[in-house]
């Protein structure tokens, strides 16, 4: 396979050099795309700042009905989209589907928000009246992770321009074919020239470029927390605003009275789905010791039964993105050992070819080991016990993290009390990874700032112009 070295507009970059994209499943290269730069970032923005009066001017059901074209043209290239998704990152053919699923809806609920938009009136008393006006804040920057890649461009691409933007997206270096994709599907819906335009090339020029320009109104930033602060600092210089999402610890919290069967099915699911990179993976399991050795089994047999391999033979994991990260995780899995926590020698026997780690669950861990606080970001399961909920709630939030918890209780009252003191910005009841294109997520602490999905991440995009009037009075 081949992918266009492109940059805005189609345009190769301006020094003609590439950067190789390589099928992680077997660690070959399948394409190559365009390194762009400062250059490119500039020549991006002054693409889109050109479209932002169109997109401004046009009402809000028009680009409602466009945003919906949009989600036809995904719709009806889901499956190449899905394999080229799954080409790229190595996730299985199945996941990739119901991601590129997941940007359909994305596009379909913004489609629908597009027309909510409106402002307040405040009267002031006799002769005074005073309104707000929502107005787009022009040019929105998306740097994109590699995890998910299509589904996280959609899932902030979509409300800005359902707010009347225009968008310039640095996808992932490791992860950039679906994004060149979308290109021709938002051509196809009927955008205006430069309303969406691509730069690939690599985090610290690129996105380093893309965060400090001067002709952005918002960014969006997904990614690691040294990378976000970066790109903080960046944005500060124009004091644009931004929006971060830098990733978690999250807990799955266990209580005894939980079906323990079901709970070993969701924690499973939460910490192997993609392979574990997920920002919101539930990656620790906090489990009253009273069931933990019980709960404990039921996870290793799941985890031990699940299949690895490539993405395109659909198994129930892929590999990790790039050898760098495998090392990292691996890294990560002796470290545990070596903090005294125990991890037997998972059952599968890793492909030959390409970047694979297989589930692994710790058992004898400490709240200070590292493998208990620090983001993994691939298979890998931290169990700790406890015998209070006041314990389990300190287990909880004994990182720097703040983004995802898991509670799993037969209690309602005991799920509600635990959701209302946790502190964390997404929490789930029995039923992990639950939520949509229509539940706000986002975290706290060192997970990021800001939030995405709802009606609340239009705010992002926007700006309130509030205007103040005296009238004469009458006579």
């Known amino acids: ?157 979509a409300p800005a321009l359902a707010a009347g933007n225009t968008a310039v997206v640095k996808p992932a270096e490791l992860t950039p074919l679906t994004a060149l994709r979308f290109a021709d599907l938002v051509a196809a819906a009927g955008f205006p020239a430069g309303a969406y335009e691509v730069v690939t090339g690599l985090g610290a020029e690129a996105g380093a470029a893309l965060a400090a320009h001067g002709g952005i109104g918002s960014l969006t930033f997904t990614g690691s927390v040294d990378t976000g602060r970066a790109v903080l600092r960046a944005a500060a210089e124009h004091v644009t605003p931004v929006v971060t999402e830098l990733g978690g610890k999250s807990p799955q919290i266990v209580f005894a009275d939980a079906d323990l069967d079901e709970v070993a099915r969701q924690v499973v699911l939460g910490f192997t789905a993609n392979s574990g990179q997920y920002c919101d993976a539930g990656s620790r399991v906090l489990v009253d010791r009273a069931v933990a050795a019980d709960l404990v089994e039921r996870i290793r047999v799941r985890a031990g039964a699940l299949t690895l391999g490539a993405g395109a033979d659909d198994p ?47 058992t004898a861990v400490t709240p200070t080991m590292r493998i208990a606080r620090e983001e993994i970001f691939g298979p890998v399961l931290a169990v700790l016990e406890f015998g209070t909920e006041a314990e389990a709630l300190d287990l909880a939030d004994a990182t720097d993290y703040g983004l995802g918890v898991g509670i799993h209780t037969a209690d309602v009252d005991r799920a509600l009390r635990v959701a209302d003191r946790v502190d964390a910005g997404y929490v789930m009841v029995n039923d992990y990874f639950a939520g949509g294109p229509a539940v706000p997520f986002g975290g706290t602490k060192l997970s990021g700032t800001g939030r995405e999905r709802g009606l609340v991440a239009l705010e992002s995009y926007l700006t309130r112009k509030t205007v103040v009037v005296r009238r004469a009075p009458c006579t």
């Open 1 to 157: 396979m081949t992918a266009r070295a492109v940059v805005p507009g189609n345009h190769e970059a301006l020094d003609g050099r590439t950067l190789p994209v390589e099928d992680p499943s077997t660690g070959t290269v399948i394409a190559h795309v365009a390194r762009g730069g400062a250059a490119e970032v500039d020549r991006a923005v002054a693409a889109t700042r050109a479209a932002t009066r169109t997109m401004r001017d046009s009402l809000p059901l028009e680009r409602g009905r466009a945003l919906r074209r949009l989600a036809v043209e995904v719709d009806a290239a889901a499956e190449d989209l899905a394999r080229l998704e799954s080409l790229d990152t190595g996730k299985p053919l199945s996941l990739a589907r119901r991601e590129v699923a997941g940007c359909v809806g994305y596009l379909d609920y913004y489609a629908g928000a597009a027309g909510t938009l409106q402002g307040d009136t405040i009267p002031l008393g006799p002769g005074t009246l005073a309104w707000t006006v929502p107005e787009p804040v022009g040019v929105s920057a998306h740097i994109v992770p590699w995890n998910a890649p299509l589904s996280m461009l959609c899932r902030s691409v």
């Open 316 to 362: 129930d994991l892929g590999p990790m993105v790039s050898a760098q990260h495998r090392r990292r995780v691996t890294d990560y899995v002796d470290l545990g050992r070596a903090e005294g926590a125990d991890a037997p020698t998972p059952p599968q026997a890793l492909p030959t070819v390409g970047h694979f780690v297989a589930p692994t669950v710790f």
